[in-house]
Nanobody
């Protein structure tokens, strides 16, 4: 079992930057595909970004492409989400998620992931 703990959220102005971190327990972190999702009030949880177990492949939602970067450090059991050029519409609770290794999976689907963190709030003021 994997426990995920997000950090790095906060209040930032329009155009600012934040870096979210998600620390995982367990030595099997390097075998998990990882994802970031977000949920704004009244909205469904939506896909933001994903990275494969090795870090060799990444995927982004169109709304964040070119502004956000997902990365991981398997030695530190941590996945990151660097968020630049933040907009008020990026305001949400951000969640990281983990999926046990599979050669084929759907990284944009919430149901793909086995484990979820508790979330961290990101608020972008205009």
């Amino acid at each position: 079992q994997v426990q995920l703990v997000e950090s790095g959220g906060g209040l930032v102005q329009d155009g600012g930057s934040l870096r979210l971190s998600c620390a995982a327990s367990g030595r099997t972190f390097s075998t998990y595909h990882m994802g970031w999702f977000r949920q704004a009030p009244g909205n469904e949880r939506e896909f933001v970004a994903a990275i494969t177990w090795s870090g060799g492949s990444t995927l982004y939602a169109d709304s964040v492409k070119g502004r956000f970067t997902i990365s991981r450090d398997n030695a530190k059991y941590t996945v990151y989400l660097q968020m630049n050029s933040l907009k008020p519409e990026d305001t949400a609770v951000y969640y990281c998620a983990a999926r046990t290794y599979s050669s084929s999976y759907s990284p944009k689907e919430k149901s793909t992931y086995n484990y979820w963190g508790q979330g961290t709030q990101v608020t972008v003021s205009s």
